[in-house]
């Protein structure tokens, strides 16, 4: 139980253009959804909290107009990166909490995405 | 949430016990010790988490001095699949649904 699933598993895209990153909670209700990123080397940093149906809570720093997070279902939430830049080349992960199960404040992880803006 | 100090990188050879400590000095009693590991370019997953007394799973053991400034994560017969990043996490009662602050971690090498 508590599977989280990321589309896709890996990106390239063209500076300027956006690119659009799913989260998938496949066997359980998340009302709740986590945005990180992780650069080379170094560890996952969050970037946003997303509730199921409200606007989602951005870290200090992270701008809210370049990662757009839609979280409209309770089993999808999804990161869109605008206007991308080489800068943004990282692997984003997202996370899920489980409320229904066993233990609701648990955080279950996606596999990751890898973005490479070019 | 409390601060974390683990070593960068350990090796283990398979089939031993891999031992990873963590120091988290400042913790408070209302803090819990948390672990995660992430594989190379996976998500991070759960292992084992605890308040004072030791726990143990199918995974791993977590021993936490009685003073609670550290613990240590114990990897009872470590493969080749182990080899991870593992993350010593401090947060707060997981009730109130606090964030997840992710350190640097240790690397754990397992070796043949």
């Known amino acids: 139980g508590a599977v989280v699933s990321q589309h896709p598993s890996w990106v390239i895209c063209k500076s300027g253009t956006s690119v659009k990153i799913e989260c998938r909670s496949l066997d359980f209700q998340a009302t709740t959804m986590f945005w990180y990123r992780q650069f080379p080397k170094q560890s996952l940093m969050l970037m946003a909290t997303?509730?199921?149906?409200?606007?989602?809570?951005?870290e200090q720093g992270v701008e809210k107009d370049k990662f757009l997070i839609n979280h409209a279902s309770l089993t999808l939430s999804t990161l869109t990166v605008t206007s991308a830049h080489p800068e943004d080349s990282s692997f984003y992960i997202c996370s899920a909490r489980d409320p229904g199960g066993q233990n609701p404040y648990e955080q279950y992880f996606g596999p990751g995405t890898r973005l490479t803006v070019t | 949430d409390a601060k974390t100090t683990q070593p960068t990188s350990m090796d283990c050879a398979e089939g031993r016990a891999a031992n990873l400590p963590c120091n988290h000095s400042?913790?408070?009693?209302?803090?819990?010790v948390y672990w995660y590991r992430q594989i190379h370019s996976q998500g991070p997953q759960y292992i084992i988490h605890?308040?004072?007394n030791n726990e143990t799973n199918e995974m791993a053991s977590l021993i936490i001095t009685e003073d609670r400034k550290s613990s240590t994560l114990i990897l009872p017969h470590a493969t080749l699949r182990d080899t991870a990043v593992y993350y010593c996490i401090v947060r707060v009662d997981p009730g109130t649904a606090s964030k997840l602050t992710f350190g640097t971690g240790t690397r754990l090498q397992v070796t043949l």
């Open positions: 400042t913790i408070s009693g209302n803090e819990y």
């Open positions: 605890g308040l004072k």
């Open positions: 997303s509730n199921e149906g409200s606007k989602a809570t951005y």
